[in-house]
């Protein structure tokens, strides 16, 4: 165990408040990328990063990891302001949301457990809906199910990053075109199920300009917990 997590389990800190880091040293461990100073999760999985701190150190562990791999997303309790040598892609400011429901009736769904052979129609939907970031091998992190119409996959839902008893529900989407059928109240409902059933508490982010979405989860049983800033972080171009 490095110095960094060391100190972060003495610090008493919810671990949903550092929870990229907390997945990538435990759960995640086999996809970590980096040292103590920054990690990260390979482009081709998620674009998520963490820090061991903010010094001048932390911030060049970061930065190697960016030239090797890309741009990472961070998921901060505070703004966070890099120093030079980088530059912010994006910033936006997300809801970290929990559950604390009921699980009072299962949906009769006609659903199928997604597999490697369904990535590419995964993306296309992805693609489609934007609802975050989804690459070739995020399907490796967790669980995803789908909803085929006619042979097309027209939703699906599924588990991103995963800590000591918390798992994310992340890439919740919907064709245009079938939205209204209750598809995405249907699978995050599986989704749940199967998370609790583990005895780990499901989780989600959604941006706070989403109002439909949150709406939704909060009906499902998700209370917020608190805002989170995702600050995407490239490398300065001269």
Same mark, same amino acid.
Request: hydrophobic letters at 45%.
């Given at each position: ?13 919810? +671990?949903?408040?550092? *929870? ?21 999760? #390979? ?23 960016? /030239?090797?791999?890309? +741009? ?9 302001? #890099?120093?030079?040598?980088?530059? *912010? ?14 699980? &009072?009736?299962? &949906? ?11 990535? #590419? ?8 809906? /934007?609802?975050? #970031?989804?690459?070739? @091998? ?42 209204? @059928? ?23 982010? *959604?941006?706070?300009?989403? @109002? ?5 989860y909060r009906?499902?049983?998700?209370? &917020?917990?608190?805002?989170?800033h995702l ?8």
């Open positions: 165990m490095s110095e960094a997590e060391v100190k972060r389990k003495e610090s008493g800190v919810h +671990p949903l408040d550092d *929870v990229v880091w907390n997945a990538l040293v435990a759960t995640h461990r086999r996809f970590a990328l980096g040292d103590g100073g920054a990690i990260r999760y #390979p482009t081709d999985v998620a674009p998520f990063a963490a820090m061991g701190g903010y010094s001048p150190e932390s911030f060049a562990a970061l930065r190697s990891l960016i /030239e090797a791999q890309g +741009p990472v997303a961070l998921v901060t309790t505070d703004e966070l302001v #890099p120093p030079s040598g980088f530059s *912010v892609t994006k910033r936006a400011v997300v809801l970290q949301m929990i559950w604390q429901g009921m699980l &009072d009736r299962q &949906d009769e769904l006609q659903h199928v457990r997604l597999a490697v052979a369904d990535v #590419p129609e995964m993306l296309a939907l992805i693609t489609a809906t /934007e609802p975050g #970031p989804f690459g070739p @091998r995020t399907i490796e992190l967790g669980s995803y199910f789908g909803i085929r119409t006619q042979d097309k996959l027209v939703a699906m839902a599924g588990e991103r990053m995963r800590l000591d008893g918390f798992t994310e529900i992340s890439a919740v989407c919907v064709d245009a075109a079938f939205r209204g @059928r209750g598809y995405a109240a249907g699978l995050m409902r599986l989704l749940i199920s199967a998370i609790t059933a583990r005895g780990e508490t499901p989780f989600l982010h *959604v941006f706070t300009s989403n @109002r439909t979405a949150i709406s939704l009906t499902l049983g998700f209370v &917020d917990r608190r805002e989170m600050t995407v972080l490239d490398r300065a171009r001269s």
